[in-house]
């Protein structure tokens, strides 16, 4: 069992940067997935990057070479570095975390290789 906390959402114009972050506590010496999805109203949640236990990362075309995943093991803590937000980049924004053996590596950035998720933070980008 993990437990997931985003902060670091707020309101930022359009061009500007914010970087999320999840903390993460329970069962953390084992092996994880990380991911972060987002979710705007009336739409369907979306992975948005993903970094698997090897560090591996894997991007949304739309957010590729704008976002970036890190994480800190040390810290247990996982980060989304976001940069030239746009308002299309306005949501939910969830961290997740899927232990299952297939995917703590390869990392998929989709919800079926989750196991576990945060209550999210809301980013909002105006123009």
């Known amino acids: 069992q993990v437990q997931l906390v985003e902060s670091g959402g707020g309101s930022v114009q359009a061009g500007g940067s914010l970087r999320l972050s999840c903390a993460a506590s329970g069962n953390t010496a084992r092996r994880y997935c990380m991911a972060w999805f987002r979710q705007a109203p009336g739409k369907e949640r979306e992975g948005v990057a993903s970094?698997?236990?090897?560090?591996?990362?894997t991007y949304a075309a739309s957010v590729k070479g704008r976002f970036t995943i890190s994480k800190d093991n040390a810290k247990n803590t996982l980060y989304l570095q976001m940069s030239s937000l746009k308002p299309e980049d306005t949501a939910m924004y969830y961290c997740?975390?899927?232990?299952?053996?297939?995917?703590?590596?390869?990392?998929?950035?989709?919800?079926?290789?989750?196991?576990?998720w945060g209550k999210g933070t809301l980013v909002t980008i105006s123009s």
């Open positions: 997740a975390a899927g232990g299952g053996s297939l995917y703590v590596d390869s990392c998929p950035v989709q919800s079926y290789a989750m196991d576990y």
């Open positions: 970094i698997g236990d090897d560090e591996n990362t």
